[in-house]
């Protein structure tokens, strides 16, 4: 047999292995609201190969690939236990059933790494909570994507209808449209699903959640309780309101919290899932998710901040065009932003660097910050220039912010690659908030540069729906725990 045999071979036994994990993983999820992760990464209704190549992440923690044979009995051991709803990752239990010397079985270190969610420890299945859509546009529809990719055990967040301008005698007409970018995306791709547009109930069925289409031009024109709307958390994805007294026009009847898809202005708490989230008041009923930069940048500075110590930064941002900026030269009421957006780098003003002392209250460093919008469609990358506290090597900063983004409560918001030939394009549908590029990462001394790449689109979307998560209750417990 040749080498290319092996490997074949090898390769097959590792598709059989990941075949086998699939139903599993679904079961979990359909009938105990348990979501199995690997290294933060969900494998729920994921394909064999997505199985494999998430295995394959696992080689940044000791150089080598975590592969499906050591996590299918851990898998297995899952299966038997009386869980409750959590979510559970496998890489986790792998790495530190790894590093525990008691000698335990597979299946003991299992239940006792996910005891708080067996037994009498477990807790109840939360109820649905409705969530409307205030706006339908690039982010409104990346989040209604999320929405019902979640909904599969029928629990947690059930989005129930989005709320839009127009409407009148070609409503039907309008919403087939709006189906159908949903359905389409240019630069997402297609719905994983199957979407159907009922016209005479005005509703879009996506993966059989049945979405209300509302036209209305103004808030106060909204009776959500007629759609059998109650206790709400509605998202408004337009920016046209940012400070209280415009957002609360949206707590009307139904409607029992405002999460704003911007930064807030005021005193509205923007919010950066991961760093300050736990910090929403239960009484809270209107926040900001801040912006797509503010959640780029705030995680690793904040990693930088606990382990180096910050005394000052900059922060550029090469962003990509947005439907604000216009295709061809024409009128805008700001700076630059009228020029052509697929024809020129156009400098612009970011809030990020303001909007850090928000979401980092505790941070007295001072950030500066300013951006470039350039000709491509999604993907942007925040230049992130600090001055430490104290001196470093490259190789401990690294060190540092690979174990972040695989251990600590930040390892949704920061993800790391060492590819050495990484382009914007491979960042597209990543659901972190950032991720580290290890190979343009440069230090010296107290002085340190990090590379931040980002989807400014569906990275911050997936934030945004964390911190809706968050604020209903329905965001489960993970274990093995991380420690904080």
């Not at 993966?207 to 209300?212: A, D, F, R, S, V």
């Not at 409607?255 to 009484?283: E, F, S």
């Not at 506290?389 to 409560?409: I, K, Y």
Request: net charge negative; aromatic share 6%.
């Amino acid at each position: 047999m040749t080498l290319n045999d092996d490997s074949f071979t090898n390769w097959n036994h590792r598709e059989e292995i990941a075949e086998s994990m699939i139903p599993m993983i679904g079961k979990l999820h359909r009938e105990r609201d348990v979501t199995v992760l690997l290294h933060s990464r969900s494998l729920v209704n994921k394909s064999v190969v997505s199985i494999l190549k998430t295995h394959r992440f696992a080689r940044q923690i000791a150089g080598e690939e975590l592969s499906v044979t050591e996590t299918l009995p851990f898998l297995d051991a899952l299966t038997t236990l009386d869980l409750g709803p959590s979510q559970i990752d496998l890489g986790m239990l792998a790495a530190t059933y790894r590093a525990d010397d008691r000698g335990l079985s597979v299946v003991d270190f299992t239940a006792e790494a996910v005891a708080g969610a067996t037994g009498g420890n477990k807790i109840d299945r939360r109820e649905p909570r409705d969530v409307v859509l205030y706006g339908f546009g690039r982010i409104g529809r990346l989040v209604a994507r999320l929405l019902i990719e979640k909904s599969g055990s029928g629990n947690g967040l059930r989005l129930r209808a989005v709320v839009v301008r127009g409407g009148g005698e070609r409503a039907a007409e309008d919403i087939v449209k709006r189906a159908s970018l949903l359905r389409r995306d240019s630069v997402h791709g297609q719905f994983q699903g199957t979407i159907t547009v009922d016209e005479t109930n005005g509703t879009i069925i996506a993966n059989g959640n049945e979405i209300k289409v509302i036209y209305a031009s103004d808030p106060s024109e909204v009776d959500y309780t007629a759609y059998g709307i109650d206790n709400a958390i509605l998202i408004d994805n337009t920016g046209k309101w940012r400070d209280r007294e415009g957002l609360s026009q949206h707590l009307r009847p139904g409607i029992d919290k405002v999460v704003l898809t911007a930064p807030g202005k005021g005193d509205i708490p923007n919010i950066v899932h991961g760093v300050n989230h736990h910090t929403v008041k239960p009484d809270e009923r209107i926040l900001s998710c801040a912006s797509c930069t503010t959640n780029a940048i705030v995680p690793p500075l904040k990693a930088m901040a606990d382990e180096f110590g910050v005394l000052r930064g900059h922060v550029e941002t090469v962003h990509s065009f947005t439907n604000d900026q216009n295709l061809l030269d024409n009128y805008h009421k700001a700076d630059r932003r009228g020029r052509s957006a697929p024809l020129n780098m156009v400098i612009t003003e970011t809030g990020a660097a303001s909007a850090v002392a928000k979401a980092l209250p505790d941070l007295k460093a001072p950030i500066t910050g300013s951006s470039i919008r350039v000709p491509v469609p999604d993907v942007s990358i925040a230049i992130l220039s600090l001055r430490l506290g104290r001196e470093t090597d490259r190789e401990e900063v690294l060190d540092h912010l690979r174990e972040v983004s695989l251990t600590s409560p930040l390892k949704r918001q920061i993800d790391f690659t060492t590819a050495p030939d990484a382009v914007s394009m491979d960042f597209i549908g990543s659901r972190h908030a950032s991720t580290i590029d290890a190979g343009a990462t440069k230090v010296d001394g107290d002085n340190a540069i990090l590379y931040l790449w980002y989807d400014n689109e569906f990275g911050y979307s997936c934030q945004v729906v964390r911190v809706v998560q968050h604020v209903s209750g329905v965001e489960y417990p993970t274990y093995p725990a991380t420690a904080v």
